[in-house]
């Protein structure tokens, strides 16, 4: 099957500040960008099948198989109840660690109404442009009544538990500091949705909403990933005017919202007069003012070998792709790129050849893969 071709090609070159820390990088990245795929709307993730396979989410509530650059029809069999409103709706797509044997598909969304909704996770197979044997595995509590804030992320682990991230629902900041409830977390379950038996807070709390609760104070988290070298989880979450952050996330540890943040309220109010606090995590990156961090991907490609051990990020607010650069888990410096195209982007994902594809996040959105002149 030919590929599909679109005539906008656009070369780049972004010119690196060389930096004396002695990483050898190069000092210039040299990449393509090609739009491989329109006609999305509000496309909110992608997860890699294959070389020339993927699946794609719409935020609007459809989920599709993208086959050589081809959309399929929206695929069937998706939840009844996805709430398609404010930032919610269909949001992550991430395979099963074992998808090539059990063919599991994990999705979060927003579900319910907006008197009372929550983020949900299912896991489901794929035939035929269908959703077979689909459960829910996950149910965030308490339920909330606003439309926004709701994490969405999903990442697994080596052991193949599933880390969720869950938002703080905007106006229940507070309950990002209470660990009877899931919201303002990352949450940690297994691949069935149980809860393992090694997370920090079993136990402690009455309902026992604790147990799958694996780290806290944290207030709008869109990026998740394990690093399967470093072993380490990394997270990016939006703060409020100012604030945002990138964490490395240590099991039972507080990152701090909202007694802890850099930023203020939109309306200038000052949210806490702490910057620091006994026992609460320093962000790993801070950004004030506000980039709106949206995804978060580990570069281990060979395309961009000068990206490998990197983290990469999209932003929404400031319209680029931040390029993290990291010494060990220290960052040493961060490059934009992608910022002359204008775009918010929603997600960041790498290729299994390396190159970078990056969601457009709008009504009229697209996938753009980026790849690399040089090489
Ligand atoms: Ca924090």
Redesign the pocket.
Known sequence: MALKTFPKIILCLLLVSNWANGKDKESSLQYDVKEVVTGLNFPWSLAFISDNQFLVTERTGKLRHVVNFTLSKPITGLPEDIYVNGQGGLQDVVLHPNYAQNGWIYLSYSAGTDERNTLKVMRAKLENNHLVDSEVIFTVEPYRSTPVHYGARLAFMDDNSLLISSGDGFDYREDAQRKNNQMGKILRVLDTGETPTDNPYIGETEKNLSAAVYSI??RNPQGLVYDLNRDLVFSN?HGPAG?D?I?IIKRGDN???PI??NGKDYSGAIITPFKKYQG??Q?LVDWTPSIAPSSLAMYNGVMFPQMRGDLLVSTLKSKEILWIQMQGNKVVDQQSFLSELGYRFRDIKVHPDGSLYVLVDNEQGKILRVTSKSG
Request: hydrophobic share 20%.
């Open positions: 104070g944290h979450e604030g952050e964490n990152y701090g919202w802890v943040t609460m995590r962000p």
